[in-house]
């Protein structure tokens, strides 16, 4: 099994509408990253979570990371066209560790 | 300019030519690495440097070769590439290596085409 998946792979969603794309790893995570990326592009930071059941939101998207520490859902509010791209998750496996692994992804597409 | 630069944005070359992706960040990071997105497959980290010194080779063939003169700058080597070498190769910094707590900024990449 993987390491890290992503779920859904992609989601196609009409303005306005609430979505919710989850990171579950078969690991505990020492922490956990959100990444979006416009197609072809590079990745922007959008949060980091590192203690279990920490919640951190940034305008209309929100991460929760679980008390266990193995999974993670990003939620965006009344989605927009701007939220489309694709989001990744990447997590440290390990204490003492920089080395990322990223899921492959969630694809959004938001229609207007 | 601010951020992480990448040049070329695209490159189109043939198996047996030589040719260079060049990373540069204006951001007073120390650690700098390079990653690979091929399609359908998970970003996979290629190489680490930290303080210019490589910290980190993920079992990469030897037909890519980094280079890191300064903190700032970061190069890719290519040579004798093969068709299925083809994907964005995406440059990253960060302040420094620390675990757990690593936040990335990437560059826009390199779209790489092997013939």
């Known amino acids: 099994s993987q390491e890290l998946e992503q779920s859904p792979q992609s989601l196609i969603v009409q303005e306005g509408k609430n979505l919710t794309i989850n990171c579950t790893s078969s690991?505990?995570?020492?922490?956990l990253y959100w990444y979006k990326q416009k197609y072809g592009e590079g990745l922007i930071f959008l949060m980091m979570?590192?203690?279990?059941?920490e919640e951190k939101s940034h305008e209309k998207i929100t991460a929760k990371l679980d008390e266990k520490k193995q999974q993670s859902s990003l939620h965006i509010t009344a989605s927009q066209p701007s939220h489309a791209g694709i989001y990744l998750c990447?997590?440290?496996?390990?204490?003492?560790?920089?080395?990322?692994?990223f899921g492959t992804g969630t694809r959004l597409k938001v229609l207007a | 300019e601010t951020g992480v630069t990448q040049t070329p944005r695209h490159l189109v070359m043939g198996m047996t030519n030589k040719k260079s992706l060049k990373c540069e960040q204006h951001?007073?990071?120390?650690?700098m690495y390079w990653y690979k997105q091929s399609a359908k497959k998970p970003l996979e980290l290629m190489f680490v440097?930290?303080?210019?010194?490589?910290?980190e080779n993920n079992s990469v063939p030897s037909r890519f070769s980094p280079e890191c003169p300064n903190s700032s700058h970061l190069f890719l080597h290519l040579h004798t590439l093969q068709p299925e070498d083809s994907a964005l190769y995406l440059c990253?910094?960060?302040?420094?290596?620390?675990?757990?707590?690593?936040?990335?900024?990437f560059g826009a990449g390199s779209r790489l085409t092997v013939l």
């Open positions: 990253a910094s960060s302040r420094e290596l620390v675990s757990g707590a690593n936040v990335l900024t």
């Open positions: 690991k505990t995570l020492y922490g």
């Open positions: 979570l590192q203690k279990g059941g």
């Open positions: 990447g997590v440290s496996h390990a204490s003492g560790t920089y080395k990322y692994i």
């Open positions: 951001l007073g990071h120390n650690a």
């Open positions: 440097y930290n303080f210019k010194e490589q910290t």
